[in-house]
Every structure is written in C-alpha cells, then in structure tokens.
C-alpha cells in the first residue's frame, strides 16, 4: 500500500493543469448555479417548500464565485436561460427520489444541456455532491443502480485509484495534501446508499464516461466509490461532503474540522470554481443582480437539523 501510494505522489507531481484552447480566455466573475431540492425533513418543512444549506452557498463563494438558486418551479425555457447565463451548476446531498422527483427532472434538464453545450466546444461543468453524485450516476447508466453502502457520520480517508494520479480534480493538490488524504480521514459522510465499485465498473454506460478517482468501504463490508470524474466532460461527483469541513459545526456529527480537511474543502471549490472560469456564459448585468443569493435571507436551524442556516424558497 505504502509503495502505491508514493508511486501516485510522484505522478501527481509531474501533473499539470490542462492547457487553455488556443484563444480562450478566463472569465473572473463566474456565476455558479444550485439546484434548489425538496424539503423532505419533516423538520424544515414549516419553513418553504424548497431549500439549499447554506453550507453549499458559502462553500462555491470560498472558491472565488457567486451563487444563484436554481428554483424548480420554473418553466423549460426559463431553465435554458438560466443555463446560458450561468458558468457551471452544484447538485446538492439530500434524500428525494432520484427519478421522479422534481429536483431529478430539473437537473436532467440542465444535465443534457451540459452535454450539448461541452459538445459544441462551450465548457459547463457539473459538481455533484453526495446525492449529487448518485443523481450523476443515474443520468449516465439511465437507470437508478444504488445498494446499501451505508456510511453514516464517519470521516475517512480516500482509497485513492490509479486514475487519480492522472485525474483533473487532484492535479492541483501538493503531494502532502494528496498524502493526507489518503492517510487521514478528511471526508464525511452521509450516506445510507451508493454504487458499489463492482456495479459502476460492469456497467458499460458510468465505466465509459466516469474514470473512478477513489473507493471506501461502506458498514457492511462493501466497496462503493466515493470520487468520480468525467473521462470527456468536466462532470465531477463526491459520494461525501467537502463543504462540511468549513461551514459546518453541529456537535452531533463527524464534520472534519483539522487544518488539512479545512485545506480540502478550499481546494476542491477553488477546483470547482476555476472549471466554471472556462465558461462565457453570463447574465446581463441587471438580470444578475436580481437573480444572486444575496437577495435572500438564510433561516437559522441549528436547532431542529445538522445545517446552521438554510435558504428556504
């Protein structure tokens, strides 16, 4: 294991970031888009009908961009606007269907535009996080392929693969960090289902448009994967919680807080944020006032959930 390991430090280091196409440039006021998702904690709902934990917002703002909520009352043509105004879209954690349920509809919308649009030579990327990244899955394989891998309010290490090495996501990482990461536990989850790594490899669909990047061992022995990234699309999907390393603090739960996983954190949105620098997409400037976060108020919850504030819409 030792030797794996320093093999994937020494590849890592002589990875660089790919090259910008001849002629494109980077835009330095990218406007991240989350999808807003369905209240199912009977304890939220007295609050609004949809939400997004702040934590999400607060975490693509520490990357370096702003943020607007992504509402699923809207109509299709509405959503292809937003699409061509904004630079790249978060799908959150939760616990809603992942077929029939609104936030899966709208978010295989925006899905399919991606596909168009990186096609056509325009970057859009996607990030996933935890039903994020099992909402991913079930775009690509087109069907819902989940088992138990529970993994509840533990913070692990990444049993990182050898497609890491090669991969965009960690490109940026220092070797002592990507070390760190596969040594200390810097990733919490919270999850009772995922994609077994036998699953996401026999299926044809995920292994030829997912490299997996890393793998964890779920309660009951299972081996599920934890990290993805697309092998042709800037798709990214995390089966654990990089925004709760920052923002946070509920004593109930496994949030890693230790100056490494707070380095994780800043590192995977400034990641994030910088694909999102790619796109040309962008709002006029009075739509884009109007549409930001900052007109809205986030609703203090940390006494009935895990989230210290959350957006209700």
Request: hydrophobic share 40%.
């Amino acid at each position: 294991m030792r030797l794996r390991i320093a093999a994937l430090l020494v590849a890592v280091m002589c990875v660089d970031a790919a090259p910008l196409p001849r002629g494109e440039t980077l835009n330095d006021r990218p406007v991240i888009g989350i999808l807003t998702q369905e209240v199912s904690d009977p304890n939220l709902q007295p609050y609004g009908g949809t939400y997004i934990p702040s934590s999400y917002v607060n975490y693509v703002e520490s990357g370096g961009a702003r943020v607007i909520p992504i509402r699923l009352n809207q109509t299709r043509e509405e959503h292809e606007k937003i699409f061509r105004s904004i630079n790249g879209i978060l799908f959150i954690g939760g616990a809603v269907d992942l077929e029939t349920s609104d936030f899966a509809r709208t978010a295989g919308l925006y899905f399919r535009l991606a596909i168009k649009a990186n096609d056509e030579g325009e970057p859009f990327p996607i990030w996933g996080t935890c039903l994020g990244f099992q909402l991913l899955t079930v775009q690509v394989a087109g069907q819902n392929l989940l088992s138990k891998t529970m993994a509840y309010n533990i913070s692990m290490p990444l049993n990182l693969t050898s497609e890491a090495q090669s991969s965009r996501m960690f490109a940026g990482f220092p070797p002592e960090m990507l070390k760190a990461l596969s040594e200390e536990p810097l990733t919490g989850n919270f999850h009772h289902y995922g994609v077994t790594e036998q699953v996401f490899v026999g299926n044809k669909r995920l292994n030829s448009f997912f490299n997996v990047l890393s793998t964890n061992k779920a309660e009951n022995g299972a081996v599920f994967v934890s990290t993805m990234e697309g092998k042709k699309y800037p798709f990214y999907g995390v089966q654990w919680h990089p925004e709760v390393n920052r923002f946070q603090w509920s004593p109930q739960y496994s949030f890693p807080h230790s100056k490494n996983a707070v380095r994780l954190s800043s590192l995977l949105a400034e990641f994030f944020v910088n694909e999102g620098r790619r796109s040309s997409h962008h709002f006029s400037q009075q739509e884009e006032s109007r549409a930001l976060i900052y007109n809205y108020n986030p609703v203090y919850t940390a006494n009935v959930s895990g989230y210290e504030q959350v957006y209700f819409f």
